[in-house]
């Protein structure tokens, strides 16, 4: 039975966004991000190590680092890592306490006279290196410790000129800070495009890929369904090929050889014959078995039918009648030649199946060509049985079949249509209203044509 290859695979877009921001897990609960949080909140405390030594052990420092520290574990505890929103609206409540926790620092450590003073323009720096995607964080930290800066220095009564140099350098610190975070953002989404889309271009290749073999597969499960009837076929020439030989060896070495030079020369050309038509069937069969991703090209529709029909005949002829009406004058359609004659084949051979329970005596499986305005129309119409109503609406359906699992595959109508499409066609089937099935195939009429009308 026919087997496919590995199911078409996933298109990037099909298998879910990308991370919204660079760094952030796309599974599990802890991201890299909460990770990093939670390794921040110990560093946070520990540094009450350097307050000790900067101002000697108190509470307030103490107190302040716990509140620093448990506002960074909160944060990693309710950060939602796969909502990009959750995030930034993290960053900045981070970005927004760790300020205001060392401006409390600076505050207690002396203000502007203390030793953490001088650290004011470090802070927005520093967070441009935890969040460097995150450049909005940044600027409301920078806001935070200017205008603190500025502010004690004022309370302390010093001059204009040192507010506005304090104020200036934590600006300037805060603005680089800010505009380096946004390039690495820039070049980091850049990076990701360029993945996305390597992704997409990997992932359309090997659908396209699967696709051909998909269809050659289909073409040989056809071939295989036709292979009784090939086998019959091909015994007959066979078999009088066999007889004719016997014959001449018994005459060529008898004694009494009474085989006239005439009767030689008969027994020669029906043994010919007889090979020559096992070669063209397996002529046939070979050309519908290539798979060659070919262009549309404009095809004289008579010449698909009757490549088509050579073969369908194996399976028709002790099936029912078959009727070929194509005008010669039918305009070329637009077409890739073997896909359009294995897509007829495809009909030929389903109406041999439904013509099969019926007999031959009657049954009658009919090709009309006709031209419709600027749409070549052929139809493929049989006098068996119909589409039962429950089966028309899902004749198309990929593996849908009401045959048995040596006979049918369910792919043939499906990838039919696919064929026909893929021509700028159609393919539409309904009941006769005589009885039987009809398929409809529309082409566009090929351009050479169109323009010599
Ligand atoms: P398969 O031939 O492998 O079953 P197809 O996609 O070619 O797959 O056909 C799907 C189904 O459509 C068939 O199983 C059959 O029930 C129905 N069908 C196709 N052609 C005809 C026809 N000419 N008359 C009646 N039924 C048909």
């Known amino acids: 039975m026919l087997s496919l290859d590995v199911p078409p695979p996933k298109l990037p877009e099909q298998a879910g966004p990308l991370p919204a921001t660079p760094g952030v897990a796309a599974s599990g609960r802890w991201g890299p991000r909460r990770k990093m949080l939670l390794w921040l909140s110990p560093a946070v405390l520990s540094q009450y190590a350097l307050d000790v030594l900067a101002m000697g052990p108190g509470l307030e420092a103490l107190v302040i680092r716990a509140v620093w520290a448990l506002s960074v574990v909160l944060s990693a505890l309710r950060m939602d890592e796969h909502s990009a929103s959750s995030q930034r609206l993290h960053t900045a409540f981070q970005c927004t306490m760790g300020s205001l926790c060392f401006i409390a620092l600076v505050l207690v450590s002396g203000s502007c006279d203390g030793v953490y003073f001088q650290f004011f323009p470090c802070l927005p720096l520093l967070l441009c290196l935890v969040y460097p995607q995150d450049s909005l964080s940044v600027t409301i930290s920078g806001a935070l410790c200017s205008a603190s800066a500025a502010g004690m220095l004022w309370m302390a009564g010093r001059p204009v000129s040192q507010l506005l140099l304090w104020g200036g350098i934590i600006v300037t610190v805060t603005f680089v800070g800010a505009y380096g975070a946004s390039e690495f953002r820039k070049v980091q989404r850049a990076e990701n495009e360029g993945r996305l889309e390597r992704a997409r271009r990997e992932a359309l290749e090997s659908l396209a890929i699967s696709e051909r073999r998909r269809a050659h597969s289909e073409k040989l499960a ?232």
């Not at 015994?235 to 009767?263: C, M, Q, T, W």
């Not at 529709?301 to 028709?316: H, K």
């Not at 005596?361 to 052929?378: N, P």
Request: aromatic share 4%; net charge negative.
């Open 222 to 453: 056809t071939i295989g369904q036709l292979a009784a009837s090939v086998m019959h076929e091909i015994n007959n020439p066979v078999a009088f090929i066999g007889a004719n030989l016997d014959y001449l060896e018994r005459e060529v070495l008898s004694e009494r050889r009474e085989i006239s030079r005439e009767e030689l020369a008969e027994v020669f050309r029906e043994t010919r014959a007889g090979v020559e038509r096992v070669r063209q069937i397996i002529g046939d069969l070979r050309g519908f078995s290539r798979m060659d991703a070919e262009e549309p090209t404009e095809c004289a529709v008579a010449d698909v039918v009757s490549d088509a029909v050579r073969i369908a005949r194996l399976r028709l002829r002790h099936v029912a009648r078959l009727e070929v009406d194509i005008p010669e004058e039918l305009p070329p359609v637009l077409a890739v030649r073997r896909r359009l004659a294995q897509v007829l084949l495809n009909l030929l051979v389903n109406a041999g199946d439904a013509l099969e329970a019926r007999g031959h005596e009657g049954s009658e499986v009919r090709i009309i060509g006709r031209c419709e305005g600027a749409r070549v129309v052929l139809r493929v119409e049989d006098n068996g049985p119909g589409f039962p109503p429950h089966v028309l609406p899902r004749l198309f359906e990929t593996f849908f079949t009401t045959k048995g699992p040596e006979k049918g595959t369910g792919l043939g109508l499906a990838l039919s249509r696919e064929l026909v499409e893929q021509c700028g066609g159609t393919l539409v089937a309904e009941n006769r209203e005589e009885g039987g099935a009809r398929l409809r195939l529309e082409f566009p009429v090929g351009s050479t044509a169109r323009a010599a009308s």
